[in-house]
């Protein structure tokens, strides 16, 4: 079964604008934590922004903000004012754990993607 | 600070031939993901390390892929043979592995292509 799913393939985003990349998930775990990667055209992939399911407020990075809805199991990504540098593929990851801190609950799980092509 | 290191950044190669990619991770990081990535997907794990002991290799295909991380630091990825479905990017990506939900840090890949 699909644990993190992206559905929109691409997007288009006039610069400057905001854009918002869907992601929902699917976790019976009350402990997990989600995650937003750039990847870029050189391939590295980019940590952008975290949001642990214990956490109260939405997390927010300079440009970037998630809008968590823990009821929807809903984690999108918000990019205010797009650069063209911005144009990329993106991905929503996310980590289960049952709690416990140690290293083999860090792996991410992640979804297939949204690529953003900003227009100037 | 440098950053995760892999090798080579393309490989071509036949099917039934075998490959190695190399990895070099951030130093003091003590965790060793493999990624593979085929065109049009996200990454899926291969197999994490913790030091040299390996803690998840559950979706690795062991009758043509192994990895070893012999003293902790570096590791190799290596497929034999390769079959035409291995065409994909190879990421490593290394963390310090000691807290919950630290985030990954990505080398830049090697790009497999079989023909």
């Known amino acids: 079964a699909q644990k993190i799913t992206q559905t929109q393939p691409g997007m288009f985003v006039q610069e400057k604008e905001a854009v918002t990349l869907d992601c929902t998930y699917d976790?019976?775990?009350?402990?997990?934590?989600l995650f937003w990667y750039k990847q870029p055209s050189s391939g590295e992939m980019i940590f952008l922004i975290y949001?642990?399911?214990?956490?109260?407020q939405n997390a927010t990075e300079g440009r970037y903000s998630l809008n968590f809805q823990k009821a929807r199991k809903s984690a999108n990504l918000v990019i205010s004012a797009s650069q063209l540098g911005d144009s990329a593929m993106y991905f929503c990851?996310?980590?289960?754990?049952?709690?416990?801190?140690?290293?083999?609950?860090?792996?991410?799980?992640f979804g297939g993607g949204t690529r953003v092509l900003v227009k100037p | 600070e440098a950053g995760v290191a892999q090798s080579p950044r393309y490989k071509i190669i036949e099917k039934r031939q075998s490959v190695a990619f190399w990895c070099n991770p951030i130093?003091?990081?003590?965790?060793l993901y493999w990624y593979q990535q085929i065109l049009g997907q996200g990454p899926k794990l291969l197999i994490q390390?913790?030091?040299?002991?390996?803690?998840?290799d559950s979706q690795l295909p062991k009758d043509r892929f192994s990895a070893e991380r012999l003293k902790g630091v570096d590791s190799t990825l290596k497929i034999q043979p390769a079959k035409l479905e291995d065409s994909a990017v190879y990421l490593c990506?290394?963390?310090?592995?000691?807290?919950?939900?630290?985030?990954?840090?990505f080398g830049s890949g090697t790009q497999l292509s079989v023909l």
């Open positions: 990506a290394s963390s310090f592995g000691t807290v919950k939900n630290e985030k990954l840090f």
């Open positions: 976790t019976s775990d009350p402990s997990y934590g």
């Open positions: 949001q642990g399911s214990y956490d109260q």
């Open positions: 990851a996310m980590r289960e754990g049952r709690g416990l801190i140690k290293a083999a609950g860090n792996k991410l799980t």
């Open positions: 130093s003091g990081h003590a965790t």
């Open positions: 390390f913790q030091n040299n002991g390996v803690v998840d």
